[in-house]
């Protein structure tokens, strides 16, 4: 009794202690400012005479008129943008930065330097709008608008602009600043210098994350003291397969555990996100423990309750089966949702068959030993 109790408080202990650290570390937010800094050229040129007019009003000559330094602006992946006011045209690189900022909410100061003359275009936007898409919902019977800007600003020369921005939803962003002459600037080979500096402000320890853990761990707890209460149930022999059953399942983790690891360090199209890498070598440990386990009549359940827990599966089977195929039908999309749902599906699927076939032999079993 005492070395079955020392096996019981071990394992609640190691799966705590796991639980709450992950949980812990996952919600710790760095509260650490973020400082980027970086210069791109800035090619400047008078504006070519016969340079034709868009339907704006706006000045658009043809790059070749403004005889560019081709092997310098070719030499690297970069795609550049014009803009011509003031009697100067202005070539610089079209790009700005993607930020995942920690929190919801941060103060973002950007500084940005270059010839006389210049004024810089700021924009902040979600990066997943940076079309400028603008989407509508109702929300309490009020139309609420989202995407496009979340900040907007023209800054000057060497003026440093702040901005705290309470909206972003611990969402990708992207920041673009163009730079735009507001007076002539003479001709010739310069370059423009941003400095932006994110300070987060948000709560040192994420309290939904550690909720997140706490639900993990009662869970985790349950299921050790079912398991326990299961046990007794059965006999030793079925106690010995339901070890076995337990390490062959072990050891199929951990060899799809390493399989991933190699494919995903060799392979040159590697298919799969890390949420699916980690649920892959859970899903099938556990299906292959459960069919072990139940063809030795040694599964969790088995006693007076087998039939409701084959029912159960092909239930888990059919809803995960859905959840991965409708999406996929409607869209034509697949993502790591439904591409886990599919997962979900073949595992307990597999467990759903076995169990089937397993009451369908048990049946003839019992038939034939009445006739006999």
Known sequence: MKKKLSTINITVIMISLVIILVGLFSSIRVNRDTRLSYSDPLYVRDIPADSPIDYDGHVNPDILQLDLPIEDMYGFDQIYKTSCSGGSCL???????????????????????????????LKITPAFTET??????????ELIVSGGDLCSATIRNDETFTVTLDNL??????????????????????SVSYTITIKPDTSFISIQTIAIAGV????????????VKESKNYDERQLICRGQAAMFSFIVSLVCCFAIGIFSKFAPNFPLSSFESTLIPTFVGLATFVMLADINDAFVGYNGGRAKCTVLVWIMTIVAGLAALVPYVKTGEVNDMTRSAAIFALCFGAVAVEMSIKSIKDRKGALEDEES
């Open 132 to 141: 400028q898409e603008l989407y509508f919902s109702m929300e309490n019977g």
């Open 91 to 121: 070539v610089s690189i079209e790009g700005g930065n993607h930020f995942k900022p920690v929190g919801k909410k941060a103060t973002f100061t950007v500084k940005a330097s270059g010839p006389e003359g210049v004024m810089f275009a």
């Open 169 to 190: 939803n611990d969402s990708d962003f992207f920041i673009e600043l163009t730079p735009v002459a507001i007076d002539y600037i003479t001709p010739g080979d310069y």
């Open 216 to 227: 993990f761990l009662v869970l985790a707890i349950l299921l050790i003291l079912l398991i």
